[in-house]
């Protein structure tokens, strides 16, 4: 009796270790169901494009280059942004080849999700803390000149963002990286090597295939591409006592397709797991509860930030502290001189 109570166990043990391993092959067939495929046809769309337009150099006028380029520059970038996040599958090593091609040339994939990843898990805003802040410390301030601080004040307004955030970017972006080998810190080396491998089949097609000059890829490829991506974070934080008005939704149907709805940034920072093609139907369910959580930090449309911001600053560039709204430098009123000076009561 015992030897048949031990052998029926065995069964029952053999059988259940069967049944699991048949539903591991099952869910194993069925690996493309985990797959975002329209995200990986809009890759296929966005290198499709890409690789069109190059190629047709010399049959375009330069105009279209600038537009088109640009446009799909732009997208790009867009979706390195939800390869960051974990799309379109569920394999990193899969994702970073779906995204990690640098048709943007100078930052490398890797030390743009590090980056990135941070800012999510930042106190928004906050230089310190925050490594996507636009904003400075009054000890920053402080040792800027006139003509710093006119620039800082420039780049808060849409039209100066879009100009001149391109070339900020990566000056200091090669700065830090600079002091940061002056240092003796070799950490960031290891993005690199594969940045420059990617760097060189770009420009291999680009200037060697295509025989598209460098400086006309960069100016009508690369830089209006990161103009329009400037454009979006743009709008996308400012300074609140209250971390949940910190970030906007600004709603656009095309630059919503160019953006991949990051646009809506309150839902983004909210549900980052929501593949882009989802996020309509998400916001249309929750939107009069996201513009009441973020504090009314809504725009209706690209145009009506510009007409507000365009040519004027959106905020103060110097940045206190975030939960000390008393202590906060006020952007100019209209029609008065903007004070690059430090203000008296920042310290």
């Known amino acids: 009796m015992i030897a048949l109570r031990d052998l029926g166990k065995s069964i029952v043990s053999l059988g259940g270790r069967l049944h699991r391993a048949g539903a591991s092959d099952r869910n194993a067939r069925r690996w493309w169901r985990r797959i975002e495929w329209p995200t990986v046809l809009l890759a296929?769309?966005?290198?499709?494009?890409?690789?069109?337009?190059?190629?047709?150099?010399?049959?375009?006028?330069?105009?279209?280059h600038l537009l088109i380029g640009g446009w799909f520059l732009g997208w790009h970038g867009s979706l390195q942004h939800e390869t960051i996040h974990g799309h379109p599958t569920p394999w990193r090593r899969m994702n970073d080849a779906?995204?990690?091609?640098?048709?943007?040339?100078?930052?490398p994939y890797g030390l743009y999700r590090a980056s990135h990843m941070a800012h999510h898990a930042a106190d928004l805003t906050d230089p310190v803390d925050d490594?996507?802040?636009?904003?400075?410390?009054?000890?920053?301030?402080?040792k800027l000149g006139?003509?710093?601080?006119?620039?800082?004040w420039i780049h808060n307004t849409a039209v100066g963002r879009m100009l001149l955030g391109p070339p900020i970017a990566?000056?200091?972006?090669?700065?830090?990286?600079?002091?940061?080998?002056?240092?003796?810190?070799s950490s960031h080396l290891r993005h690199w090597g594969p940045h420059?491998?990617?760097?060189?089949?770009?420009?291999?097609?680009?200037?060697?295939?295509?025989?598209?000059?460098?400086?006309?890829?960069?100016?009508?490829?690369?830089?209006?591409?990161?103009?329009l991506t400037a454009l979006r974070s743009y709008a996308e934080h400012r300074p609140d006592a209250e971390p949940a008005h910190r970030t906007a939704i600004v709603e656009s149907k095309l630059?919503?397709?160019?953006?991949?709805?990051?646009?809506l940034h309150v839902l983004h920072h909210d549900a980052p797991q929501i593949p882009w093609y989802e996020y309509p139907a998400v916001y249309r369910r929750r939107?009069?509860?996201?513009?009441?959580?973020?504090?009314?930090?809504?725009?209706?449309?690209?145009?009506?930030?510009?007409?507000?911001?365009?040519?004027?600053?959106?905020?103060?560039?110097?940045?206190?502290?975030?939960?000390?709204p008393h202590q906060m430098p006020q952007t100019p009123r209209r029609g008065v001189a903007m004070d690059v000076a430090m203000p008296a009561h920042v310290h």
């Open 196 to 227: 420059l491998i990617g760097v060189s089949l770009v420009l291999s097609w680009v200037v060697g295939i295509c025989n598209m000059p460098l400086w006309f890829y960069v100016l009508a490829y690369v830089y209006p591409g990161a103009a």
């Open 44 to 64: 296929i769309t966005i290198y499709g494009g890409w690789l069109a337009i190059t190629w047709s150099y010399d049959a375009v006028p330069w105009w279209v």
């Open 287 to 324: 939107r009069r509860e996201m513009i009441e959580a973020n504090g009314g930090y809504f725009f209706a449309n690209y145009w009506q930030l510009f007409r507000r911001y365009g040519l004027w600053p959106k905020d103060h560039p110097v940045l206190v502290a975030p939960a000390y």
């Open 170 to 185: 990566l000056l200091k972006f090669v700065w830090a990286e600079c002091g940061r080998l002056m240092r003796g810190d």
């Open 255 to 263: 630059l919503g397709i160019l953006y991949l709805h990051n646009n």
């Open 131 to 142: 490594p996507e802040s636009y904003y400075v410390l009054p000890r920053t301030w402080r």
């Open 146 to 152: 006139s003509i710093g601080r006119g620039l800082y």
């Open 98 to 107: 779906v995204g990690g091609l640098p048709l943007g040339l100078w930052l």
